[in-house]
């Protein structure tokens, strides 16, 4: 026992850095959150819930979660279809899957701002790479960054260019861990790849599924570097999400009570989001988490 | 292992002293700590940058160049954190206001007077000068005057038989008649922020009634206004692609690389179209001052940080030294120099051909207006005017509710009291 009380000094160490490194900074805003605090004048004052109030009642703060929604929504959703396909794919071939997954995972391991600035160079107007291709064929494209509809579909197939990847690895993995004999038993049976994709392999590893929904959504919900690159938020506000309303408000307008409430309620977004994944995906398994 | 020790010994006597030497050298290297200089960037700036460099002997300078928005950005942060990590700040006529206001610069008046004589300062005359006064204290060294002026296809109107438009109704026909499928009627810079105020700047002046009255109430929201942004609405549709996220750098390589006809730019771009190593038009476009006028005109320059830990006696000398007329004359190709005896130098205006234009422009233009607030209106009033031109919102439904923004931010910062 007293070996066992002796543990808990392991903990200590990693303890300190996250109390540092996440708890700090996460109380600190969710303390500033409760000021009135202009970067550029006057010392801070305390409103309560005044930020929060005002959030509440501003129509940009509104209009940037639909977007975001729709956007984390876009991205995460290209990302598993696409994930679970590929990772089908790789678990079905018998030859060459390191060599793929590992070629496959690169776009993954390049910071986001770099890839951005490559995607951008893609997808710009006329001297772009994916514009000069099209032309060619003397086929005019859309407008990939300047129009409302288009510049929300660049960014999310350029956030999931980059991360479906991940989704890739994690769900590979996961798709070998499925019982072999059940498979078998399947095909005996005459399932096909599809119905043994869906019907055995998919709820085999719904934890595993859950878990990479969850850290890609908690993931998208920051979504700033891409859109901060590809559109800056536009064209009009077409791709303004909470991050950068939040970016706005703290570097443009620089109201940092403001922004930290912001911060604040993105975080409480995602949790309640990944809250109810969890809920739609167990609800016949309670218990299960 | 008697050997080994013997190596170990002399291994930690080297180190020993290499430890010492470069405490030592610490010591000397912590007393003459690099300059740290952060600025806006374009070739101008770039030039001044490296005369920054050299200016003092033995005096290292670090300059850090970005895009405007993020010099702005990051100067806001550190200096409103009153951090010693700046020393020579970027800032141009509107934004100075904003660091001034707050107490973030160095007031430049005694330091002006000492060095005038030695750094020739009379030859600044006072229309470069003024833009960078907060409340009658002077906050920065003047290193360039831009402007905004057309920019047009020589070429083109000769074989259009066309003259540079004269008025706005006709730009917008002229912009109209060029666009084809593979080269723009116009350029359009209509990136939030910066670039999206230069443009509206220009139609608000040109065909509204401006931005804001005597009493800083917003007015460019009024009848007239609403006719400037449809026009500027009308225009998008010959822009090209890509505008809505175009800044300088892109409209700049649209026109270099053939694929527009015209449009507003600065002054300090001009010579990149005469590069030959970047451009394809070399030659083929000429300058001329706006339609209607009116355009933008911004100063750039240098301030001191008011938390510098540095000898501001030094720094000004890095200022002073490095806005010399000698290196204004070198580098006339790119920028437009603020002092007297440079700018007004005939022999200047024969050597660059885009210096009757920029004369021309500068004739009409107007800075921006000197509200310290400016940028962050300008949040609000750039969002709503891109909603507009996306067609999310009416022109008019747009502008009332950025002036009604705006109204509700100079309130929460004590205007109208």
């Known amino acids: ?289 | 292992m008697p050997g080994f020790d013997l190596d170990r010994r002399r291994a930690l006597g080297v180190l020993g002293a290499a430890a010492a030497t470069t405490a030592l050298a610490g010591g000397t290297a912590r007393a003459q700590a690099p300059v740290q200089m952060i600025s806006h960037r374009f070739p101008a700036l770039e030039f001044y940058a490296e005369k920054m460099r050299g200016a003092v002997e033995g005096v290292e300078v670090n300059t850090q160049l970005m895009p405007f928005d993020k010099a702005n950005e990051l100067a806001t942060i550190g200096l409103s954190s009153k951090a010693d990590t700046l020393d020579i700040v970027y800032a141009n006529d509107t934004t100075v206001h904003k660091y001034a206001k707050n107490g973030w610069l160095m007031p430049l008046d005694d330091l002006w007077a000492k060095f005038s004589d030695e750094y020739d300062l009379a030859d600044f005359p006072e229309r470069a000068l003024a833009p960078y006064r907060y409340e009658g204290k002077l906050y920065c060294v003047p290193h360039n005057v831009n402007v905004m002026l057309f920019f047009y296809r020589r070429d083109l109107f000769q074989e259009a038989g066309k003259q540079p438009p004269a008025t706005m109704a006709e730009y917008v026909e002229l912009a109209k008649e060029f666009n084809t499928p593979m080269r723009a009627g116009t350029i359009k810079c209509l990136k939030p922020i910066d670039a999206t105020m230069n443009e509206v700047h220009w139609y608000l002046n040109t065909i509204g009634d401006g931005w804001f009255d005597q009493d800083w109430r917003p007015v460019f929201n009024s009848e007239n206004g609403v006719k400037a942004i449809e026009a500027l609405k009308e225009v998008t549709g010959y822009a090209q692609r890509g505008y809505a996220t175009a800044a300088n750098d892109e409209c700049t390589l649209a026109l270099q690389q053939d694929l527009a006809a015209m449009g507003l730019q600065w002054a300090s771009r001009t010579a990149a179209m005469d590069d030959p190593t970047k451009s394809r038009v070399v030659d083929l476009i000429d300058w001329a001052a706006a339609p209607g006028g009116h355009t933008r005109t911004a100063t750039d320059g240098y301030a001191i940080s008011a938390f510098t830990k540095q000898d501001p006696e030094l720094l000004f000398r890095i200022l002073a030294t490095s806005s010399s007329a000698a290196n204004m004359r070198e580098g006339a190709a790119m920028l437009v120099p603020p002092r007297d005896s440079v700018l007004r130098d005939p022999e200047l205006v024969k050597q660059f051909r885009q210096y009757p234009g920029i004369l021309a422009a500068l004739e009409t233009a107007v800075p921006t207006p000197p509200l310290p607030e400016f940028y962050e209106a300008g949040e609000f009033i750039t969002r709503r005017i891109l909603q507009a031109v996306a067609g999310e919102m009416e022109v008019k439904a747009a502008l009332d509710a950025a002036a009604a923004e705006t109204t509700q931010l100079l309130e929460s910062r004590g205007y109208y009291r």
């Open chain 1, 1 to 289: 026992m007293q070996t066992q009380r002796g543990l808990w000094l392991f903990l200590v160490p990693s303890g300190l850095v996250i109390s540092l490194v996440l708890l700090y900074p996460l109380g600190y805003a969710i303390y500033l959150s409760f000021f009135n605090y202009y970067l550029g004048g006057q010392p801070p004052t305390f409103i309560g819930f005044g930020n929060y109030v005002a959030l509440f009642g501003d129509e940009r703060f509104w209009g940037s979660i639909g977007k975001t929604v729709l956007i984390v929504a876009g991205a995460v959703g290209l990302e598993f279809v696409l994930g679970l396909a590929v990772a089908f794919g790789l678990y079905k071939l018998t030859f060459g899957v390191k060599p793929l997954n590992l070629l496959m995972f690169l776009p993954h391991i390049v910071t986001p701002v770099v890839a951005a600035l490559f995607l951008r160079w893609i997808f710009t107007g006329r001297w772009g790479l994916l514009d000069a291709i099209i032309m060619s064929f003397n086929i005019f494209p859309p407008d990939w960054l300047g129009t409302p509809g288009w510049a929300r579909f660049t960014v999310i197939l350029a956030d999931a260019w980059q991360f479906t990847p991940f989704m890739i690895l994690v769900l590979y993995a996961g798709l070998n861990t499925v019982d072999n004999s059940q498979i078998e038993s399947a095909q005996m049976d005459g399932a096909g790849n599809w119905t043994i994709l869906t019907k055995i392999m998919v709820p085999a590893i719904k934890p595993l599924i859950l878990f990479v929904l969850a850290i890609r959504i908690m993931d998208a919900f920051r979504f700033f570097d891409q859109i901060y690159v590809l559109t800056a938020g536009g064209p009009g506000t077409a791709t303004e999400t909470l991050t950068m309303y939040t970016y706005a408000l703290a570097f443009r307008l620089l109201e940092i009570g403001k922004a930290s409430a912001l911060g604040v309620m993105t975080l409480l977004l995602s949790a309640l989001t990944i809250g109810l994944l969890i809920l739609v995906l167990y609800r016949r398994d309670k218990g299960a988490f």
